[in-house]
Structures are given as structure tokens and as C-alpha cells.
């Protein structure tokens, strides 16, 4: 019995080991088409999990993406598109180094005189 133990402590400890090194992070699943599909929680290691033959993984955080933000600096207030590290989201497009946003230009703003 003790032997069972030791084995399983030895287990145990080697494992929570390995998990701190293989951190999980979201990664955006990016198709043939170039368009983000889905979004996996993944550590990265192929020999855990490999994507669908095709797919492009990039990781979430890291990956700059252009969304539309408000730029109040101008002489009218409007949206421009601006590059934001870990903003991607599905169906946004990738063109080799930067993801796209796929949602329209938002509405200008009015601004009361």
C-alpha cells in the first residue's frame, strides 16, 4: 500500500509540475478562408492536441487586431480603425500579421452644439 502512495504522490507532484509550465490560454482557430472560425482554450503542445489540417492557431493575447474605436482627438468625433493587441474575436480576417474587424464602422456621433 504505501508503495501505491508514493507512486501516486510522485504522479501528482510531476503533474502540477508539467501544468505550471503548459499554460492554457485562448487561441483563435483561423481557416483556410483566412476568418477566425472559433476559439479554443489550448496550451499550445501538438502532441496534446493538434488543430484540423488547415487551420492557422494564433494566440489571443498576443495578436494585434484593428477594431474600431472613437477618436475624440479629431475635429468631428469618429471611429477609426486602430490596432489593438488581444482584441480579435471570431470572424474577424487575418492577412498574415494582423486580424481585421468584420463588424461595419459604427455610426458617427452627434454632438450637441
Known amino acids: 500500500m504505501e508503495n501505491r502512495r508514493l507512486r501516486c504522490g510522485r504522479y501528482l507532484r510531476n503533474r502540477m ?3 505550471k509550465t503548459m499554460t492554457e490560454q485562448n487561441y483563435l482557430m483561423v481557416n483556410e478562408a483566412n476568418i477566425v472560425e ?3 482554450l489550448w496550451d499550445g503542445n501538438t502532441e496534446t492536441w493538434q ?6 492557431m494564433l494566440p489571443a493575447t498576443t ?6 474605436t472613437l477618436d475624440s ?6 471611429y477609426v480603425l486602430e490596432e489593438v493587441v488581444g482584441a480579435g474575436d471570431i470572424g474577424f480576417t487575418w492577412n498574415g500579421s494582423v486580424l481585421t474587424t468584420n463588424q461595419p464602422k459604427p455610426d458617427a456621433l ?3 452644439p
Not at 482627438?73 to 469618429?78: E, I, Y
Open 73 to 78: 482627438g479629431l475635429t468631428t468625433p469618429d
Open 51 to 56: 488543430p484540423p489540417v488547415g487551420y492557422t
Open 63 to 68: 495578436t494585434p487586431a484593428m477594431v474600431w
Open 38 to 40: 472559433n476559439i479554443v
Open 17 to 19: 509540475v508539467k501544468d
Open 110 to 112: 452627434v454632438v450637441d
